[in-house]
């Protein structure tokens, strides 16, 4: 696991808006990157990215993958 900065994870919500990301579950824009990023087999990265809104009891996330050729300012 990598750890991620304020600014990575802040690249990565800009870059899940770019892509139009929405919440599986209720559809909302607003979401948070995880601190923690996994190393992919092709050396993306794998996220968690957690829905802002306080629509889900248990909370809310999905994985969102950043390709190899992406800079987040690592
Ligand atoms: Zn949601």
New binding site residues.
């Given amino acids: 696991m990598q750890r991620l900065t304020e600014e990575q994870r802040a690249r990565i919500e800009q870059l899940a808006r770019d892509e139009g990301t929405?919440?599986?579950?209720?559809?909302?824009a607003?979401?948070r990157c995880g601190e923690e990023a996994r190393r992919t087999h092709d050396q993306g990265l794998m996220v968690y990215l957690w829905?802002?809104?306080g629509?889900?009891p248990r909370g809310?996330y999905q994985y969102f993958t950043i390709l190899p050729e992406v800079d987040i300012g690592a």
């Fill in positions: 929405t919440c599986e579950g209720c559809g909302s607003r979401l829905c802002a809104e629509v889900h809310a």
